[in-house]
């Protein structure tokens, strides 16, 4: 069974653009997770999709956004790019219930410039 | 608010010596707890998960957890450490009623001496 993937690998944008990252969860997994990592703040939760709605949402600016088609993959939107955007972005998915295993997919690295 | 702290940034062992890494959490129930492992670049893999039952949990590559509700502590423990368990450890916490947002400590870095 494919693991979770997330593209691009890697994305160099410039401040005030706008990127859009993509992943595609497990065959079968109906529930898609971003979380933003840097190593000053560590792994924090962005949102969540299940069943192309948000779940749940942390506590990020309107700038980032998401979604989630019928076939499960996910996309996430960073308009207005600042230089704080610059991290790993962390896929995961699961099957949908609550408090489940995560399979994360290895990240998008975005470098703000 | 749930929070959670894991008081080493960084730990090194000996190969064959035993580990222990340190794991602390703030929330008022029973909160799913769970160990994961990342090695450079990749993301993240689950070791093991804590929500009820038997406290002392069994994980994958030789890996095991304490729950001690009492400390609030989710310790993860292996006996013999191998070069290959040189990744950075996190413990993560989680709430019944948020589906899958969960909370993550900052990390702990292991280095192994051959």
């Known amino acids: 069974k494919a693991g979770v993937t997330q593209t691009p690998r890697y994305l160099i944008k410039t401040r005030g653009q706008q990127v859009t990252l993509s992943c595609s969860p497990i065959?079968?997994?109906?529930?898609v997770s971003w979380y933003q990592q840097t190593p000053g703040q560590g792994l924090q939760f962005l949102f969540e999709?299940?069943?192309?709605?948000?779940?749940n949402k942390g506590n990020f600016p309107g700038r980032f956004s998401g979604r989630q088609f019928s076939n499960s993959r996910s996309e996430m939107n960073v308009s207005t790019l600042e230089l704080g955007d610059s991290a790993l972005y962390l896929c995961?998915?699961?099957?949908?219930?609550?408090?489940?295993?995560?399979?994360f997919g290895s990240g998008t690295q975005l470098s703000v410039l | 608010a749930q929070s959670v702290t894991q008081p080493d940034i960084h730990i090194t062992v000996s190969e064959g010596a035993s580990l222990e890494l340190r794991c602390n959490y703030s929330?008022?129930?029973?909160?799913?707890l769970f160990w994961y492992v990342q090695s450079p670049g990749q993301g993240l893999q689950l070791l093991l998960k804590?929500?009820?039952?038997?406290?002392l949990v069994q994980g994958i590559k030789g890996f095991e957890a304490e729950f001690k509700r009492s400390q609030s502590s989710f310790n993860l423990r292996k006996p013999s450490v191998h070069w290959s368990d040189a990744a950075e450890y996190f413990c993560?916490?989680?709430?019944?009623?948020?589906?899958?947002?969960?909370?993550f400590g900052t990390g702990t870095s292991l280095t192994v001496i051959p």
């Open positions: 995961a998915s699961s099957s949908g219930g609550t408090g489940e295993k995560l399979f």
């Open positions: 065959s079968g997994h109906r529930s």
């Open positions: 999709y299940f069943s192309e709605t948000q779940r």
């Open positions: 929330y008022g129930a029973t909160p799913y």
């Open positions: 804590y929500f009820s039952g038997d406290t």
């Open positions: 993560a916490v989680g709430r019944s009623n948020t589906g899958n947002q969960f909370y």
